[in-house]
């Protein structure tokens, strides 16, 4: 049985009003402020209020991701089996607020693994309807600064260079520190306990095709993209899939009967 974490910050029920945020303000980081924000909504004069004060900052803007906890856990759910990602946000604000945000609106559903390379990575992020993939490829995020390195078990955003991260995340399968000065900033990392097998499950899924077209006998990104995974099922029918992924717990560290796989 899965324990599915009810998101929890601070009981406010009501909407918040300018003196609540400005309280709340005073004593957090301005992206805790941000999530009671986006969590709670607020009253209709509060925008006006907060510009008056010169604290309009603290809104979130429109559209932006959602503010993530410091960490939590993702239980992702595949054709080989079932893992758990820990997501840091100390780590890459940036990253780990768009990887939740993509999670909680239901994203990774039905999503192929399309890139596994045997001995260095496994990528996924590329959605079955193009339409979606379009709306993302709109909303690059900016890049997180270096810390954590691309070491085995760590989930990180792919790039295509400096602020152009959307959708799509890589596995790596083997020491991958090289990609540390690249852009790659890992965002969490694979847990492997005994309920768990973690990177046990990761390396098993399908990588006979290995690289991508052009390179390899991969399918192309560009077509994938554009034309959704019913072309893959077709021509590429042994790839394994994301079933689904679901935010399981919002605690550090994670209890022995959260996040069962």
């Not at 939590?72 to 079932?82: F, I, L, N």
């Not at 193009?130 to 990180?156: A, H």
Request: include cysteine; aromatic fraction near 10%.
């Amino acid at each position: 049985m899965i324990l599915i974490a009810t998101l929890f910050f601070d009981a406010f029920a009501e909407p918040l009003t300018c003196a609540k945020i400005q309280e709340i303000n005073d004593s957090n980081p301005i992206h805790v402020v941000q999530r009671q924000i986006q969590t709670h909504g607020t009253e209709e004069t509060v925008s006006e209020c907060l510009n008056k004060k010169g604290l309009s900052n603290l809104l979130p803007k429109v559209d932006a991701d959602l503010i993530s906890p410091e960490h939590y856990t993702a239980r992702v759910e595949s054709t080989k089996g079932d893992f758990l990602i820990e997501v840091h946000r100390s780590w890459a604000p940036f990253g780990s607020d768009r990887f939740y945000t993509l999670t909680t609106k239901g994203f990774f559903t039905d999503i192929p693994f399309f890139r596994v390379i045997k001995g260095f990575m496994v990528q996924f992020g590329i959605h079955s309807a193009p339409l979606v993939n379009q709306s993302w490829r709109s909303k690059p995020i900016q890049d997180d600064p270096s810390g954590q390195s691309n070491q085995r078990g760590t989930l990180s955003f792919a790039t295509a260079g400096p602020n152009t991260r959307t959708t799509q995340l890589f596995i790596n399968t083997a020491n991958n520190d090289n990609l540390d000065a690249m852009g790659f900033t890992p965002i969490g990392n694979i847990i492997h306990r005994p309920s768990s097998p973690g990177m046990e499950v990761v390396d098993r899924l399908f990588s006979g095709y290995g690289e991508g077209h052009p390179s390899g006998r991969g399918p192309s990104q560009d077509l994938l993209q554009n034309m959704g995974t019913e072309f893959l099922k077709e021509h590429y029918p042994y790839l394994d899939y994301i079933k689904n992924i679901q935010i399981c717990t919002h605690s550090n560290p994670i209890t022995p009967d959260q996040c069962r796989s």
